[in-house]
Nanobody, 129 residues
Framework: VQLVESGGGFVQAGGSLRLSCVAS????????IGWFRQAPGKEREGVSC????????YYADSVKGRFTISRDNAKNTVYLQLNTLKPEDTGVYYC???????????????????????WGQGTQVTVSS
């Protein structure tokens, strides 16, 4: 069971990046997927999540309107589009998976708490001012 993130990099403020999270060793079909980030000296933050059916999405207030989460179950991949990036978006971004067959408000709660089952190694996003 493995999740691998990619797409991070260095970008100027106002720029965009697209992060990818590919699963191997299991199928993401019945998992909710979340994106988290951790900046130096700060606690990990749940940024966004998407239900296994793609019908529900959640965004932290700090990224709402700028980030978009999506998934392609046929490719076993989840994406996070980062637009209008700000220096405070800098950090290591992680994707994670949690069993998705539960109420959506529970998934959101697990996202805010970072209580997911499987985690990737992270990809660095650096936004310069």
């Amino acid at each position: 069971v493995q999740l691998v993130e990619s797409g991070g990099g260095f970008v100027q403020a106002g720029g965009s990046l697209r992060l990818s999270c590919v699963a191997s060793g299991f199928t993401l079909d019945y998992y909710a997927i979340g994106w988290f980030r951790q900046a130096p000296g700060k606690e990990r933050e749940g940024v966004s999540c998407i239900s296994f059916s793609e019908s529900d999405t959640y965004y932290a207030d700090s990224v709402k309107g700028r980030f978009t989460i999506s998934r392609d179950n046929a490719k076993n991949t989840v994406y996070l589009q980062l637009n209008t990036l700000k220096p405070e978006d800098t950090g290591v971004y992680y994707c994670a998976a949690v069993g998705g067959l539960r109420p959506w408000d529970t998934i959101v709660l697990l996202t805010t708490r970072g209580e997911y089952d499987y985690w990737g190694q992270g990809t660095q996003v650096t936004v310069s001012s």
